[in-house]
């Protein structure tokens, strides 16, 4: 007799062995036609695993988040499956699941082309409909080498020459074709559905290494039904007109170039932006209570050393010298503020010290990796430390994600996720220092009521964190705040303060952002609005546009007294058409243009046009500027 749990609690007995398939099926046929897959102690597991003993399961469906993982799995086996039933001497080599899709790289003499893929998802659409059974079966280890070389599957078999002798194997098959795979797997290819498309085409090394030989890498996306497929494309539709390089071209905001690589060249417009979200920033911490600073560029290595980000940053440092001296330039300002926090005697009365500082950092990160201003080698920090005692810890973890959260909303960020980032497998500290701070790190997340979701491994080396994910305009996710607790750094940099008793005790240290680096979120902040700023954050706010020359002295008192309240304004006198002025100046993404002409000039009133907008307002002059100055001023945080 056979025991199973399920989650509302019921129990349902079998005679002898069951499968999760039978499972389903003792619950009802419609279950049993949409069950994909079991979950047991939180794993997922195949549809057709033989249940021996007593347990708790669920079953997966379509429903279920997780369900998306294995479909883009089987979708890969699928196209691998394809790709070798159209073309002769393709090797199949590694085919993993990824965020939003699935890629599969093969070793090919002959490259994939755009017509190749059309090719591929109509076999593709035609495996599914066989609706093969897949199989779990498990291998002699050095069968299975033999099989693969016999086959030619030289990849395969390398793979597999790597793990231990004493192992087992399980490969999955459905029809003839057949690769190793530790799954779990749909129960055949007819529950993969039709929600999948192939992308592109890269090249990419094997193992990942510029030495080895370059495979053929066909990216691809799969979905649970095709609606959210046909989201999913035209949010990849709107991602291109919203790609920052393109706007930051079209409007003048910044460029690069091979002669300074992975650093902006910011334009007059680009670092009217820049400016802006800086002086707003730093508005908003000094009424929080920080303090700011400012730390050296270069640093001599034995700071690094002390502090130990040499060992474990040394390859993404510049490294200069100078009178035999070795010099980082430095990559993060964290050791530095310690540096300050040391400088003279400190009482527990001086706690919490939140200093800030908007620290310019340079990272060699590979040429392959930089990506416009989402990914440079030369950034500038929001960056702050709070240094604090351990029972201020929840406090001031409450009162940061009260700022944070209020930040993101005056930039027009509501929809934010935290993740938990616990101990990673490298770190610094000992497991008593870590337990301790993800306890502190959790009791204070729980207190500012902040849900989350754990980021298993992903902690600092030296303490855990939370990260803040945004979720922009057209749904996409970008990690941009963090807030870490580390009690390694004071030790390591001998920090301490005095504390009430009269002795010696070391602070906490909360290394915090909430931008991350301005250049990534101007670039996430181009792409949410699409190049359509709100008028604060706008780098050219108005334009006033005259219909003829007649009307000029009157659009330059309205610009003149515009630019008086503080505005950016700007007048177009040129000897063309309103309506091509408009159109040219709406292009530039320019949020409002005020037009005057013979009316306007008698009346002292204009005529304002919002960007995007269809019709027009006529608004008395000083109604004008009073509306405007409320709108370009900076938010002062809800």
């Given at each position: 007799?056979?025991?199973i749990?399920?989650?509302?609690?019921?129990?349902?007995?079998f005679?002898?062995?069951?499968?999760?398939?039978?499972?389903?099926?003792?619950?009802?046929?419609?279950?049993a036609?949409?069950?994909?897959?079991i979950?047991?102690d939180?794993?997922?597991?195949?549809?057709s695993?033989?249940?021996?003993?007593?347990?708790?399961?669920?079953?997966?469906?379509a429903k279920?988040?997780?369900?998306?993982?294995?479909?883009?799995?089987?979708?890969?086996h699928?196209?691998?499956?394809?790709?070798?039933?159209?073309?002769d001497?393709?090797?199949?080599?590694?085919?993993?699941?990824?965020e939003?899709?699935?890629?599969?790289?093969?070793?090919t003499?002959?490259?994939?082309?755009?017509?190749?893929?059309?090719k591929?998802?109509?076999?593709?659409e035609?495996?599914?409909?066989?609706?093969?059974?897949?199989?779990?079966?498990?291998?002699?280890?050095?069968?299975?080498?033999?099989?693969?070389k016999e086959?030619?599957?030289?990849?395969?078999?390398?793979?597999i020459?790597?793990i231990?002798?004493?192992?087992?194997?399980?490969?999955?098959r459905?029809?003839?074709?057949?690769d190793?795979?530790?799954?779990?797997?749909?129960?055949?290819?007819g529950?993969?559905?039709?929600?999948?498309?192939?992308?592109?085409v890269?090249?990419?090394y094997?193992?990942?290494?510029?030495?080895?030989?370059?495979?053929?890498?066909?990216?691809?996306t799969?979905?649970?039904?095709?609606?959210?497929?046909?989201?999913?494309?035209?949010?990849?539709?709107?991602?291109?007109?919203?790609?920052?390089?393109?706007?930051?071209?079209?409007m003048g905001?910044?460029?690069?170039?091979?002669?300074?690589?992975?650093?902006?060249?910011?334009?007059?417009?680009?670092?009217?932006?820049?400016?802006?979200?800086?002086?707003?920033?730093?508005?908003?911490?000094?009424?929080?209570?920080?303090?700011?600073?400012?730390?050296?560029?270069?640093?001599?290595?034995?700071l690094?050393e002390?502090?130990?980000?040499?060992?474990?940053?040394?390859?993404n440092?510049?490294?200069?010298?100078?009178?035999?001296k070795?010099?980082?330039?430095?990559?993060?300002?964290c050791?530095?503020?310690?540096?300050?926090?040391?400088?003279?005697?400190?009482?527990?009365?001086?706690?919490?010290?939140?200093?800030?500082?908007?620290?310019?950092?340079?990272?060699?990160?590979?040429?392959?990796?930089?990506?416009g201003?989402?990914?440079?080698?030369?950034?500038?920090?929001?960056?702050?430390?709070?240094?604090?005692?351990?029972?201020?810890?929840i406090?001031?973890?409450?009162?940061?994600c009260?700022?944070?959260?209020?930040?993101?909303?005056?930039?027009?960020f509501?929809?934010?996720?935290?993740?938990?980032?616990?101990?990673?497998d490298?770190r610094?500290?000992?497991?008593?220092t870590?337990?301790?701070?993800?306890?502190?790190?959790?009791e204070?997340?729980e207190a500012?009521?902040?849900?989350?979701?754990?980021?298993?491994?992903?902690?600092a080396?030296y303490?855990p964190?939370?990260?803040f994910?945004l979720?922009d305009?057209?749904?996409?996710?970008?990690?941009?705040?963090?807030?870490?607790?580390?009690?390694?750094?004071?030790?390591r940099?001998?920090a301490?303060?005095?504390?009430?008793?009269?002795h010696?005790h070391?602070?906490?240290?909360?290394?915090?952002?909430?931008?991350?680096?301005?250049?990534?979120?101007?670039?996430?902040?181009?792409?949410?609005?699409?190049?359509?700023?709100?008028?604060?954050?706008?780098?050219?706010?108005?334009?006033v546009?005259?219909i003829t020359?007649d009307?000029?002295?009157y659009?330059q008192e309205?610009?003149?007294?515009?630019?008086?309240?503080?505005?950016?304004?700007?007048?177009?006198?040129?000897?063309?058409?309103?309506?091509?002025?408009?159109?040219?100046?709406?292009?530039?993404k320019?949020?409002?243009?005020?037009v005057?002409?013979a009316?306007?000039?008698?009346?002292r009133?204009?005529?304002m046009?919002?960007?995007?907008?269809?019709?027009?307002?006529?608004?008395?002059?000083?109604?004008?500027?009073?509306?405007l100055?409320g709108?370009?001023?900076?938010?002062?945080?809800?």
């Amino acid at each position: 007799m056979v025991a199973i749990t399920l989650p509302d609690g019921s129990v349902r007995e079998f005679d002898g062995s069951v499968t999760g398939a039978q499972v389903a099926a003792d619950i009802g046929p419609g279950l049993a036609k949409a069950a994909l897959a079991i979950r047991i102690d939180g794993e997922m597991k195949d549809l057709s695993l033989e249940l021996t003993e007593d347990t708790t399961l669920s079953i997966v469906t379509a429903k279920d988040e997780d369900a998306l993982e294995l479909l883009r799995h089987d979708a890969a086996h699928v196209m691998a499956q394809a790709v070798q039933e159209l073309y002769d001497n393709v090797q199949v080599t590694i085919g993993p699941a990824i965020e939003n899709g699935y890629y599969y790289d093969f070793a090919t003499e002959k490259p994939f082309t755009e017509d190749d893929l059309e090719k591929i998802q109509k076999r593709m659409e035609e495996i599914v409909d066989r609706d093969l059974p897949i199989e779990r079966e498990v291998w002699d280890r050095n069968e299975l080498i033999a099989k693969f070389k016999e086959m030619g599957e030289l990849y395969k078999a390398e793979i597999i020459e790597s793990i231990p002798e004493n192992e087992d194997v399980t490969v999955y098959r459905q029809g003839d074709w057949f690769d190793m795979c530790r799954g779990p797997h749909l129960p055949s290819t007819g529950k993969l559905g039709k929600a999948f498309k192939l992308m592109k085409v890269a090249g990419a090394y094997w193992r990942g290494d510029s030495n080895n030989e370059m495979l053929q890498r066909i990216y691809g996306t799969a979905w649970t039904d095709k609606k959210a497929l046909r989201q999913y494309l035209h949010m990849l539709e709107e991602a291109e007109k919203r790609d920052h390089r393109k706007l930051g071209k079209e409007m003048g905001l910044f460029h690069f170039q091979e002669e300074a690589v992975g650093s902006v060249f910011w334009h007059p417009h680009g670092w009217k932006i820049y400016r802006t979200v800086q002086s707003y920033m730093r508005d908003r911490l000094e009424d929080a209570g920080y303090v700011e600073v400012n730390t050296p560029q270069m640093v001599d290595r034995k700071l690094w050393e002390d502090s130990g980000h040499w060992e474990k940053f040394r390859e993404n440092m510049f490294i200069t010298g100078a009178e035999d001296k070795v010099l980082a330039i430095k990559p993060m300002n964290c050791p530095c503020h310690v540096q300050i926090f040391n400088q003279g005697l400190k009482s527990y009365r001086d706690l919490p010290l939140r200093m800030a500082e908007f620290g310019s950092c340079f990272r060699n990160e590979p040429s392959g990796a930089l990506h416009g201003l989402m990914r440079v080698r030369s950034f500038t920090q929001d960056d702050a430390h709070i240094f604090c005692s351990p029972d201020q810890i929840i406090s001031e973890t409450k009162t940061f994600c009260d700022l944070l959260k209020s930040v993101y909303k005056d930039f027009g960020f509501e929809d934010v996720k935290v993740k938990f980032s616990d101990r990673p497998d490298v770190r610094a500290g000992s497991d008593e220092t870590w337990d301790k701070a993800e306890t502190a790190l959790k009791e204070a997340t729980e207190a500012a009521g902040l849900e989350w979701t754990l980021n298993p491994g992903e902690g600092a080396f030296y303490g855990p964190k939370l990260e803040f994910v945004l979720r922009d305009a057209i749904g996409r996710d970008w990690q941009c705040g963090t807030l870490q607790v580390d009690f390694v750094l004071p030790e390591r940099l001998n920090a301490d303060y005095i504390g009430e008793d009269g002795h010696k005790h070391r602070p906490v240290m909360l290394h915090r952002a909430i931008l991350g680096s301005f250049e990534r979120f101007i670039g996430i902040l181009i792409e949410n609005f699409a190049g359509r700023f709100p008028l604060w954050l706008a780098p050219q706010q108005v334009v006033v546009a005259s219909i003829t020359s007649d009307h000029n002295d009157y659009a330059q008192e309205v610009c003149d007294t515009l630019k008086k309240q503080g505005l950016t304004c700007d007048t177009d006198f040129r000897n063309e058409s309103i309506n091509y002025k408009i159109r040219e100046h709406s292009h530039a993404k320019v949020p409002v243009i005020l037009v005057v002409g013979a009316k306007e000039v008698e009346n002292r009133t204009v005529a304002m046009r919002r960007l995007g907008g269809k019709t027009q307002e006529i608004l008395a002059l000083d109604e004008v500027v009073d509306k405007l100055v409320g709108e370009a001023s900076a938010p002062q945080g809800t």
